[in-house]
């Protein structure tokens, strides 16, 4: 039977506060990880090479994953600065790693029928056309992860010595699935609008009229100097949230991301906190109603910058018996029937095994 544990670790070294993570993730497990996933909070997720070598070092037939993150939170709560929080699986796994060139190649090696889920990580390397390679190279739109947003990556098979890469990812063996929510709570702030021009990731107009100007317009429709996001689609595809990542004022362009084509439909919108506790809440009742008389294993979160500390998440809601969850700058989210990368997504998924 598919199991899961956490356990959380310090020391006087990244490798030392790895050990103490692993040992307290494999005593609750009771028994021998086939995959271990730390996260480093601060300092030791700096060096995450250590903290790879350090797990491998008490468990050298698993596959191993780990890198740095400005905030972690199990089912206890949230884990402190310079803390190391282990997640140990007992099922197998296969890891693969590269660059974000090589992202088409890592896919294809993970590729599998039927498909598995799969957890992809950057901290450089998860561009959204990187992302678009790996699942087009897997085959599969079953893939969550992120970019945690500081320190390193490094990952290691079984047996292997670890290295340092820029993208990394997991294919989690032993039967599991994967089901997936975004708890995301905003408010609209004007009409939705089809992108009528962009050039490199830069929309120039939104039905025509400059997309910078129609920012101000929607940021007039908040008191303050609200936190404005994009809210974007492709026909026949999902939602996803989006940061501006800078403006053009010569040209009246907003930076919306690479991968933005003509057509797209894009709305402003701001994070709404009130709303915070009910996305949580349904998202995490979503994935319990998904189970479909499966048992739960595992919940995961990649979620956005602060989340991690301001809401607690409560593993009981989906039955699931351990929590991992990590602070990220960009997510990989559903958008069906495809993944993309989105940010500000509060990104929850369900490992289960199929009844």
């Known amino acids: 039977m598919a199991r899961a544990a956490t356990g959380r670790g310090t020391g006087a070294t990244p490798s030392r506060a790895a050990r103490a993570a692993v040992r307290a993730a494999c005593r609750a497990l009771e028994a021998a990880p086939g995959v271990l996933v730390l996260a480093g909070v601060g300092a030791p997720g700096r060096a995450a090479e250590e903290l790879a070598a350090g797990a491998a070092e008490l468990a050298p037939e698993a ?27 007992n099922t197998p796994a296969r890891v693969a790693a590269g660059s974000a060139e090589d992202a088409g190649a890592l896919g294809e090696a993970l590729r599998h029928r039927p498909a598995r889920p799969l957890v992809v990580l950057g901290q450089r390397g998860l561009t959204p056309a990187a992302l678009a390679a790996f699942a087009a190279g897997a085959e599969t739109p079953h893939i969550v992860g992120g970019t945690p947003g500081a320190g390193g990556l490094a990952s290691c098979a079984a047996g292997a010595a670890p290295r340092e890469a820029p993208l990394a990812a997991l294919r989690l063996e032993g039967g599991l699935r994967l089901a997936r929510e975004v708890a995301a709570s905003v408010r609209t702030l004007g009409p939705e609008r089809r992108v009528s021009a962009c050039a490199e990731g830069f929309v120039r107009t939104l039905d025509d009229a400059p997309a910078l100007r129609c920012l101000s317009e929607a940021a007039q429709q908040t008191s303050g100097r609200p936190l404005v996001l994009v809210r974007i689609a492709r026909p026949g595809e999902g939602a996803i949230l989006r940061g501006i990542g800078g403006v053009d004022p010569r040209r009246g362009a907003i930076y919306v991301g690479q991968d933005v084509r003509e057509g797209d439909s894009l709305a402003y919108v701001t994070p709404d906190p009130e709303g915070e506790h009910e996305a949580f809440s349904g998202a995490l009742a979503r ?69």
């Open 63 to 89: 596959a191993v994953l780990a890198f740095g993150t400005r905030g972690a939170r199990d089912a206890e709560g949230v884990v402190d600065e310079g803390a190391v929080l282990a997640l140990a699986l």
């Open 287 to 355: 994935l319990h109603a998904g189970l479909a008389g499966g048992l739960p294993v595992l919940l995961l979160g990649w979620l956005s910058a602060g989340a991690s500390r301001r809401r607690r998440i409560v593993p009981r809601a989906t039955g699931a018996t351990a929590t991992f969850a990590v602070e990220t700058s960009a997510e990989v989210a559903p958008a069906e029937p495809t993944v993309r990368l989105a940010g500000h997504s509060n990104v929850l998924g369900l490992l289960f095994a199929p009844s």
